[in-house]
């Protein structure tokens, strides 16, 4: 398999008035293609910051991260923003849906950006939501939906661009202990179909469904 992740002794500082934060001390890994990766690590530990600069939200200080060959230091802020819409799939704890979109207008937000016309958009986004279980509800705006849904509506539209690598931020942090078990599952299939999937977790149980646990603590892997 292909390695899509190189870090390269990262290192994140950010400045508080006269104070140096370390956020990365020295973070090396690698992850290959079709890896499912949990990592794991208390409030403040460095994981937030961590999945910034692998989801190219954020650029180390010191230290090379390499993005499927590509090193990220060198690409201008439309090459990085590319990344982020075509290869990059993100899903959050607060779901960040539109609240005055419906279902399918969500899932179609990155393909606009993908200027994808209007009649192939709808269709797309339709199959996204339909291979989530949401058949049905795609006109329902998110409050007329559960928590659930609403987090498979965030995970089509992740993955309507089809990128190669879903990164999740506490993506059943706010789901009960059975529908964060469904969430679980949908990542679980879709790295069997292929993609790399990325879970940062402060939670245990859902860390371990991942195929690899990767500790950090005080911006260090553990």
């Given at each position: 398999m292909d390695e899509v992740i190189e870090l390269q002794d990262i290192h994140k500082i950010y400045k508080m008035g006269d104070v140096d934060v370390h956020a990365l001390r020295g973070v090396s890994i690698n992850i290959k293609e079709g890896e499912f990766v949990s990592v794991v690590g208390a409030s403040g530990s460095g994981k937030s910051t961590l999945m910034n600069i692998i989801g190219c939200l954020d650029k180390p200080t010191r230290g090379n991260y390499i993005f499927e060959g590509d090193n990220t230091n060198t690409l201008e802020k439309d090459e990085l923003a590319e990344i982020r819409n075509k290869?990059?799939?993100f899903v959050f704890q607060n779901f960040n849906l539109l609240s005055r979109a419906s279902a399918i207008e969500n899932v179609e937000l990155p393909l606009i950006y993908n200027s994808t016309?209007?009649?192939k958009r709808i269709e797309i986004a339709k199959e996204a939501l339909n291979l989530l279980g949401l058949e049905g509800r795609e006109h329902h705006l998110p409050s007329q939906l559960s928590g659930g849904q609403q987090q498979r509506v965030a995970i089509a539209r992740a993955i309507v661009n089809k990128p190669s690598m879903l990164l999740a931020d506490e993506p059943t942090g706010n789901l009960d202990t059975k529908t964060s078990q469904e969430i679980i599952e949908i990542f679980k299939n879709l790295n069997d179909q292929g993609k790399?999937?990325?879970?940062?977790t402060h939670e245990k149980d859902i860390a371990k469904n991942?195929?690899?646990?990767?500790?950090?603590?005080?911006?260090?892997?553990?």
């Open positions: 290869k990059i799939g016309p209007s009649t790399t999937i990325i879970i940062i991942a195929n690899r646990i990767v500790s950090i603590s005080d911006g260090k892997l553990i």
